[in-house]
């Protein structure tokens, strides 16, 4: 069910018709770009996080980690990843496809500004197949983040 809650959210943004749906798996970062044909750092990968009682979630480049001192003076909070079952039940998709699209509500979503290189990015379409090409301004948008930050590190 989760590429069509995010199918349906693409859909009020008249940009569903550009899901990509392969053939193999892009679960990965490296199994995307190599589905897309784009190098890994274009792979809007959405990473999620335990903060208080709910979930967070950094869209990043495919290329860079988390940078732990960044993450706690933005969240107060050391970064704790969710566990695979925590992510179906406050994201609401399975690991492998998560993105910020027909999200659970109360899900916070920001843009790590290590995407800023990039004119366009690919995050997932809520499969382990599935990717869509957007530009920033439309993952901005389309995503409903509440903004851009700088969590991460090995990209500058």
Request: glycine content about 8%.
């Amino acid at each position: 069910m989760s590429i069509e809650n995010a199918r349906e959210h693409l859909r009020k943004w008249n940009v569903e018709d550009r899901i990509q749906e392969f053939d193999t798996s892009s679960a990965t970062v490296e199994l995307a770009a190599l589905a897309v044909g784009c190098e890994p750092a274009r792979i809007a990968k959405s990473l999620t996080f335990k903060v208080e009682d709910h979930a967070v979630m950094v869209v990043a480049a495919g290329d860079v980690k988390v940078d732990n001192a960044k993450y706690k003076a933005q969240f107060h909070t050391k970064a704790a990843m969710l566990k695979p079952d925590e992510v179906v039940r406050l994201v609401g998709h399975e690991v492998g496809g998560v993105c910020p699209f027909g999200i659970n509500p109360g899900t916070e979503v920001y843009l790590d500004e290590s995407l800023r290189r990039f004119i366009t990015v690919y995050p997932a379409a809520g499969s382990s197949n599935s990717a869509i090409q957007l530009n920033l301004e439309e993952l901005e948008r389309i995503s409903g983040s509440l903004g851009w930050i700088d969590v991460c590190k090995g990209w500058q």
